[in-house]
């Protein structure tokens, strides 16, 4: 269906974003829970367009 192709490209340029971020893309965090925290972080900030 056409919706997945669409939501599959929203996803792609949310991680394209995301990765923008030295901490997401290196993943320096060494626990899981940190890594969220750091991805939450710049989730945030890339919804309020910092």
């Given at each position: 269906?056409?919706?997945?192709?669409?939501n599959?490209?929203?996803?792609?340029?949310?991680?394209?974003?995301?990765?923008?971020?030295?901490a997401?893309?290196?993943?320096?965090?060494?626990?899981?829970?940190?890594?969220?925290?750091?991805?939450?972080?710049?989730?945030?900030?890339?919804?309020?367009?910092i």
């Amino acid at each position: 269906p056409q919706w997945v192709y669409r939501n599959r490209h929203l996803v792609e340029n949310l991680w394209a974003r995301l990765k923008e971020w030295r901490a997401v893309a290196t993943r320096y965090e060494k626990t899981a829970t940190s890594f969220l925290a750091v991805l939450h972080l710049a989730a945030a900030a890339d919804w309020i367009k910092i």
